[in-house]
């Protein structure tokens, strides 16, 4: 079995914005003590020149790891007596980048840089992504902005996966999204437009549309039980992905205290995905369906196969 974090930053003062290789091997190595196969690596937005020096040194990582002949990392993670056992592991695999932006909705950036975000043009994309795109898995593009459809339409026939977050989207621009291409939702409640009876938005799409995947960050912090619950009990389960989102403010510690900002915002997730999983057996989930959210589905998913 392959444990997937799809999004993840970094963890313990290490992340994705570094010129330093070390650093990004250094992650995956932190990562194996927690159980973690593999991992989409989350690149923050930023200039241009910013992102792809991130882009980069994650690229020289993934050749490093190449070098080694890395076998495919299979977990050996079982169930017992009803808890999920994750075994520690000797390496995390780097699969791919994540680029979360830059073309993002400002009011809803959350804890990112809104400074660094761009209109959704094709000169824009191609500034950013040129000679990468053997290594970009995802990106996350807020489907409302002006020139949004057609660029999720260009990023989809590359063979790259669109998730849509940082988000005012109302149900029919996210509708038009996911017609364009869209096959996911970057951390579902987080960062997006509320549900509203009267406009489901972009998170009422995400719970009633069969196909599309949705990123759920299960700790404690970042949504309300109930909403984990009503995620779990309205979603098909196939489609729900559980994710880290954790960032270099994220300890291997202290699993209880999410990381936040000085101006009191959720920087990002509070624990592993591993951990996330054992926390949500602990209160009741089965483990058999808490494991499909951090392994089949993920490798469903970045397969690029809405079936």
Do not use: W
């Amino acid at each position: 079995m392959k444990i997937i974090d799809t999004h993840i930053h970094g963890l313990n003062g290490l992340d994705s914005r570094t010129t330093d290789v070390s650093h990004i091997l250094n992650i995956t190595s932190l990562l194996a003590e927690l159980g973690v196969s593999e991992i989409i690596l989350s690149i923050y937005p930023s200039c241009i020149e910013v992102m792809r020096s991130n882009l980069s040194v994650i690229k020289q990582a993934i050749n490093i790891q190449n070098e080694d002949k890395m076998d495919e990392i299979i977990n050996d993670t079982t169930i017992s007596n009803g808890n999920i056992i994750f075994p520690k592991l000797k390496k995390t695999k780097i699969c791919g980048v994540h680029l979360e932006g830059p073309f993002l909705n400002p009011m809803y950036c959350g804890a990112l840089n809104a400074a660094s975000f761009l209109e959704p043009l094709e000169h824009n994309l191609m500034s950013l992504i040129d000679g990468y795109t053997d290594i970009i898995r995802i990106i996350t593009v807020a489907p409302e902005l002006n020139g949004a459809v057609k660029l999720i339409k260009k990023i989809t026939n590359m063979g790259i996966i669109v998730n849509m977050g940082h988000s005012n989207a109302s149900y029919s621009q996210a509708e038009a999204g996911f017609n364009a291409g869209a096959r996911g939702i970057t951390h579902l409640f987080n960062a997006m437009r509320p549900f509203k009876h009267r406009e489901p938005g972009l998170a009422g799409f995400a719970l009633t549309n069969k196909d599309i995947y949705v990123e759920v960050i299960a700790d404690p912090f970042h949504l309300h039980q109930s909403t984990i619950d009503l995620i779990f009990g309205v979603k098909r389960t196939e489609r729900i992905i559980i994710i880290s989102d954790s960032v270099k403010e994220t300890t291997l510690t202290t699993f209880n205290k999410s990381p936040i900002s000085v101006s009191d915002k959720l920087l990002g997730g509070a624990m592993s995905v591993t951990e996330a999983a054992k926390r949500l057996v602990d209160i009741g989930y089965p483990p058999e369906t808490v494991l499909k959210c951090i392994s089949a589905n993920p490798i469903r998913f970045l397969s690029n196969n809405i079936h």
